[in-house]
C-alpha cells in the first residue's frame, strides 16, 4: 500500500498531478484508502452561497451564480464527490430543473456532479465499468476544466476542475486508452502475502467495527500530523526549482519509453516537483525524477489493449545515467534501503515476486519490455520450441489419422501440443447482432437505449426515464383551459408525460466457440488462428462487449472462460490454449447452447453473438459427456457430422446470431464449415475475409441470416 498512499499525498500536495488511478485485485481496500483522502485535503476558500465552489479571490466570470462582487469568503472541507458506475448523463452534468420550467415558466439549471467536484475529489469506483457516453462527458471536463451543457434550451458553462481517483480491478476489463491517459499516477494494488501484516489488518479493522470513534481517537494525532505535512509542502512547493539537468532526464525518459504525446512528460515535472516539497526539499533530484516515471508513466506505455502496465526499471536507470549531471542517477536504487521519499519500496513497481506469484490474479501478466516481441503472451507459458517443417499427416497418432487424434486409456490426447503462439492481429471488420435491441450501452449493435439520437416520444413505461420535453408540451396543450391554468406555467399531469425514444449501439456478449483439436494442430495454422481471433478480441474490447471462450478437443468441450468484461482475461486464455485429439464440434455448440442459456436469465437484455472458429471437421469418441436440454433426443443415434448439424439447428432455432470462421486450409477445401454456418443461419468467411480491408458485404450477411440460409442452399 505504501506505492497508493504516496500517489494519493503527491496529489493532495500538487492537485496539477492529475489524479490517481488505482488497479489491484478485489478486497485490497482500495475504495478505503481513497476515501481516508478527503478527511487529509486542505479546506478550500468559496464564495458564500456559490453553488459552483468559486474562489472569492479569483471568481470565475462565466458563473451560473455570478457576478460576484468583492467579499470575504467562506472556508469548507474539500469535498469528495463520488460517480456511481450507473449515474446517468444528467446527474454528471447537470439539466434543466423540469419542476420549475413546467410550474414556473422559467429556465433554471440544476448542478450536477461535475459542478459539486470543482476544486475537490471526483472518485469513480470501478472506472473501468463507466458507461461510454459518462466516459467522454469526463474527458471533455478533464480537457477544458469546464462543464458546458447544451439542452432543452438551456446553455450553460461553469468551471469544473478536479482531482480524478479511479479504482478498478483489472479482471473486469480494461479502460479506455483515452481516459487512462488522463490519469496523472497509476499505482498497482495487492494484498500482503506477509501474515504479520495480514494480522495487523484483520486486528485493525476488528477494533474499528467494536468501537468506530475510539478508533478514529486513537489515531488522530497521526492524522493531524499528517495534514499538517501536506500543508507545509504545499506552501513549499512553489520554491521548488526544477533544473535543467532533472527536466533532461524527465524528457529523456518518456522519449526512451515512447509514450504518446508531451502529458507525460508535464506529468512526471509536476510529481518530481511535488516529491521534492513533500521531501522538505527546494530541489528536484534524481531520485525524484526515477519515482516520478514509476508512477506517472506505467500505464502510458501499453501499445494496445492486452499488454501488462509497467515498466523497465533497467532501462530507466540506464537512461537516467546516461542524461544524469554529474553522476547523478548512477545509483540503480537511488531510494535506498529505506525505500521511496515516504519511507516505502518506491513507488510503480509490482510486489516482490511479481503477480504471477499472487494466487488470487493468475491471470495478471507481469510488467515486461515493450520491445521484447513476446511481450504480449502469457510469461507461464514455455517458449514456442524450434522444429523443422513436417507434413501434418506424419506429426499425428497414426496412418488415417488426424493430427494428433488419438486418445489414451486415462481420457488423455496423446499427440497433445504446447500452445502455439497467435499470430499478428489486425483491425477486424464489424460483426452485428441483427435487429434493435435494448441491452447496455455499447459499440456494436444497434439499439434503443438512453443515450443517441431521438427517433421518437412515447409513455413512459413505470417510471419517467428521459423526458420528451416538446412531446410532453404538445400532450398537455390542448387542456389548458379546461384545467383552469392562469398563470406562466403548464397545468401538467401524469398522462402527459411523454419520455423519448432514443437509439444508439449497445454491446453485445461475443462468445468464440474454437476448434482445439488434432486437425487444426499445425503451428502455422493454428497461430493464424489464435491472431484472427485475438483480433476480434481486440474489437470486442473496443466496442465494450462481454466476451467467452469455450474451446473443445479430445472428449468434449470446456469453458475455458466465462461470460467477463475483462478482454485481456481471455487473450491470456486464448495464448496457453493447447491443442491436440479429436473434434467433438456438437459438444463445443451444445456446450455454447447451455451457455447462452444461463447467460439470457442473468442479463436478459443482453444479446449474443456466436463465433464459431473450426475447419468443421466433426470426428469423436462416444456421445459428449454433458447432454444438451433435450435430454439427447436430437442428436442421438447418428454420426458425429450429423450431430454437430443437429447441435447447429438447436442454437438457429433459439435465435443465435452467428457467425463461422472458415479455418480450413489447403488447395482442395471440402466446405464444411459452410455447410455448418447454414445450419446457423449466418455467414462463413474465410481467416482472409475476415480482415477489414478484403471484406464485403459480411455485415449484410450477419443481419440477414434467412438470406444468407437461401443462398447456402
Not at 497467435?422 to 443515450?451: C, D, I, K, W
Request: hydrophobic residues 40%.
Amino acid at each position: 500500500m505504501d506505492d497508493l498512499r504516496l500517489a494519493l499525498l503527491l496529489n493532495a500536495v500538487s492537485p496539477a498531478v492529475g489524479g490517481v488511478l488505482v488497479r489491484g485485485e478485489k478486497g485490497t481496500a482500495k475504495s478505503t484508502a481513497v476515501r481516508a483522502l478527503a478527511a487529509l485535503m486542505p479546506e478550500v476558500e468559496v464564495v458564500p452561497g456559490c453553488r459552483f465552489s468559486c474562489d472569492p479571490h479569483r471568481p470565475d466570470p462565466a458563473c451560473p451564480d455570478g457576478p460576484h462582487g468583492a467579499g470575504p469568503g467562506e472556508s469548507r472541507p474539500a469535498r469528495m464527490v463520488e460517480l456511481p458506475v450507473g449515474a446517468s448523463e444528467d446527474r454528471l452534468v447537470g439539466a434543466l430543473d423540469i419542476e420549475r420550467a413546467l410550474s414556473e415558466g422559467v429556465k433554471a439549471f440544476e448542478p450536477g456532479l461535475l459542478a459539486a467536484a470543482h476544486r475537490g475529489v471526483l472518485y469513480v469506483d470501478e472506472v473501468n465499468l463507466l458507461h461510454d457516453h459518462l466516459v467522454d462527458l469526463l474527458l471533455d471536463a478533464a480537457a477544458m476544466g469546464a462543464s458546458y451543457v447544451e439542452r432543452e434550451g438551456v446553455s450553460v458553462r461553469h468551471a469544473s476542475r478536479f482531482l480524478l481517483v479511479g479504482t478498478m480491478n483489472p479482471e473486469e476489463g480494461e479502460l479506455r486508452p483515452q481516459l487512462l491517459d488522463r490519469f496523472g499516477l497509476t499505482v498497482e494494488v495487492t494484498a500482503s502475502r506477509e501474515p504479520d501484516e495480514r494480522m495487523e489488518v484483520v486486528r485493525r479493522r476488528l477494533a474499528y467495527d467494536e468501537d468506530p470513534a475510539a478508533f478514529a481517537a486513537r489515531w488522530a494525532g497521526e492524522e493531524t500530523a499528517l495534514r499538517e505535512r501536506i500543508a507545509a509542502a504545499r506552501a513549499l512547493l512553489p520554491a521548488v526549482r526544477l533544473g535543467d539537468a532533472a527536466l533532461r532526464q524527465i524528457a529523456a525518459t518518456c522519449a526512451a519509453f515512447e509514450v504518446d504525446g508531451m502529458r507525460a512528460d508535464i506529468v512526471m515535472a509536476r510529481t518530481a516537483g511535488a516529491l521534492a516539497a513533500w521531501a522538505g526539499r527546494t530541489e528536484v533530484l534524481a531520485e525524484d525524477v526515477r519515482q516520478a516515471a514509476l508512477l506517472a508513466l506505467p500505464h502510458r506505455r501499453r501499445r494496445n489493449p492486452f499488454d501488462a502496465p509497467g515498466l523497465d526499471e533497467e532501462k530507466l536507470d540506464e537512461t537516467l545515467r546516461q542524461y544524469g549531471d554529474d553522476g547523478e542517477g548512477d545509483d540503480p536504487d537511488p531510494d535506498g534501503p529505506d525505500g521511496g521519499p515516504d519511507g516505502g519500496p518506491g513507488g510503480g513497481r509490482p510486489p516482490r515476486g511479481g503477480p504471477e506469484e499472487s494466487p488470487g490474479t493468475p491471470d495478471s501478466p507481469a510488467p515486461s519490455d515493450p520491445s521484447d516481441p513476446s511481450a504480449s503472451s502469457d510469461p507461464s507459458q514455455p517458449s514456442e520450441p524450434s522444429e523443422p517443417s513436417v507434413p501434418e499427416q506424419s506429426r499425428g497418432g497414426g496412418p488415417g489419422r488426424e493430427d494428433g487424434e488419438g486418445s489414451d486409456r486415462r481420457g488423455g490426447t496423446a499427440g497433445e501440443r504446447t500452445p502455439a503462439r497467435a499470430g499478428e492481429p489486425f483491425r477486424a471488420r464489424a460483426l452485428h447482432v441483427p435487429g434493435v435491441g435494448e441491452g447496455a450501452a455499447g459499440r456494436r449493435s444497434r439499439a434503443r437505449t438512453a443515450q443517441g439520437r431521438t427517433t421518437g416520444a412515447r409513455r413512459p413505461r413505470g417510471s419517467l426515464g428521459r423526458l420528451h420535453l416538446a412531446a410532453t408540451v404538445r400532450a398537455a396543450a390542448p387542456h389548458q383551459r379546461a384545467r383552469g391554468r392562469s398563470g406562466p406555467g403548464l397545468v401538467v399531469r401524469r398522462d402527459d408525460l411523454r419520455e423519448a425514444v432514443r437509439e444508439g449501439r449497445e454491446s453485445n456478449l461475443v462468445l468464440f466457440v474454437v476448434d482445439a483439436s488434432g486437425s487444426m494442430a499445425a503451428r502455422q495454422r493454428m497461430g493464424a488462428v489464435k491472431g484472427a481471433v485475438l483480433s476480434l478480441l481486440l474489437d470486442a474490447y473496443q466496442r465494450r462487449d462481454k466476451v467467452g471462450l469455450i474451446t473443445f478437443r479430445g472428449r468434449g468441450a470446456e469453458v475455458v472462460l466465462p461470460p467477463t468484461s475483462s478482454v485481456d482475461a481471455a487473450a491470456a486464455r486464448l495464448e496457453s490454449l493447447p491443442t491436440g485429439g479429436r473434434t467433438p464440434l456438437a459438444a463445443g455448440l451444445l456446450k455454447a447452447r447451455d451457455v447462452l442459456r444461463v447467460e439470457r436469465l442473468r442479463d436478459p437484455a443482453r444479446r449474443a453473438l456466436l463465433v464459431a472458429v473450426t475447419d468443421g471437421r466433426a470426428t469423436e469418441k462416444g456421445m459428449p459427456r454433458s447432454a444438451p436440454a433435450d435430454g439427447g433426443r436430437a442428436t442421438g443415434g447418428a454420426g458425429p457430422p450429423a450431430r454437430a448439424r443437429q447441435a447447429a439447428r438447436l442454437l438457429a432455432a433459439d435465435g443465435t446470431a452467428s457467425v463461422v470462421v472458415d479455418c480450413e486450409a489447403g488447395p482442395v477445401r471440402l466446405g464444411l464449415a459452410g455447410a455448418l454456418a447454414a445450419e446457423l443461419g449466418g455467414p462463413a468467411v474465410t481467416l482472409e475475409e475476415l480482415r477489414a480491408d478484403t471484406v464485403t458485404g459480411l455485415v449484410r450477411s450477419v443481419q440477414n441470416p434467412d438470406q444468407s440460409r437461401r443462398r447456402a442452399a
